[in-house]
């Protein structure tokens, strides 16, 4: 079974342009979570999405990012007109479609973005 | 107050040895509790869940759950050199039905051979 899958693994952008992220869930899996990691912070909760459905973007900045999971494809997490603020890790998880609490989160090997 | 705190360290500890990682939360209504392990440059690994009082233990890895002081900790026991990496103690908030993790920053461990 593939695990989570992330591409691309690093992005470059310079300041002004727009960063794409691009997430596929392990296979089965239908929730996905967004998490950034800004240098030298802890893993911060952006949004959790399942499919056509954004249930919780608490933790996105509330200008230039956006994220979304269609019914076919992969989750998007977009940020325009990226600044140098916006370089991090990104990391994406997923888990079974049936919620609890206990379920296990698998990560994916995460984007690392650098804006110049 | 940080919602997960714990110490930064570095913690170094000699191979053979416990290395003892500590986590307080600030929400006494949280109910689930994650260690993860996170190598440099890589994504966070699974250790160890935690749902209820008491230890649980897998391999050389024994997690402590006390609600009342609102602690959790990790035990590994046998340090090894390819211990050496960032700890996360995450913590699931309390009245939330899915799993949205809110991590600590991280004790880095160094485990010297």
């Known amino acids: 079974n593939a695990g989570v899958m992330q591409n691309p693994r690093h992005l470059v952008r310079r300041r002004g342009q727009e960063a794409r992220l691009r997430c596929s869930p392990m296979k089965g899996h239908s929730h996905v979570y967004w998490y950034r990691q800004l240098p030298e912070e802890g893993l911060k909760f952006m949004v959790y999405?399942?499919?056509?459905?954004?249930?919780?973007e608490s933790g996105m900045p509330k200008e230039r990012f956006s994220a979304e999971f269609p019914k076919e494809g992969p989750s998007i997490l977009r940020i325009q007109q990226v600044v140098r603020g916006d370089s991090a890790a990104y990391f994406c998880?997923?888990?079974?479609?049936?919620?609890?609490?206990?379920?296990?989160?698998?990560f994916g090997p995460g984007t690392r973005l650098t804006v110049l | 107050q940080k919602e997960v705190e714990q110490n930064s360290g570095p913690l170094s500890v000699p191979e053979g040895a416990i290395a003892s990682l500590n986590c307080t939360y600030s929400?006494?209504?949280?109910?689930?509790f994650f260690w993860y392990r996170q190598y440099s440059g890589k994504s966070p690994e699974l250790i160890m869940s935690i749902y209820s009082n008491g230890d649980k233990e897998d391999g050389r890895f024994t997690a402590q759950l006390n609600k009342a002081s609102q602690y959790v900790s990790l035990l590994i026991r046998d340090s090894q050199p390819s211990d050496s990496a960032t700890y996360l103690c995450?913590?699931?908030?309390?009245?939330?039905?899915?799993?949205?993790?809110?991590f600590g920053q991280g004790t880095i461990l160094t485990v010297h051979p």
């Open positions: 999405l399942q499919k056509e459905n954004i249930i919780d």
């Open positions: 929400d006494r209504g949280s109910q689930s």
């Open positions: 998880a997923s888990s079974p479609p049936v919620i609890q609490i206990t379920d296990t989160q698998y």
């Open positions: 995450a913590v699931i908030p309390g009245g939330t039905s899915y799993g949205k993790l809110t």
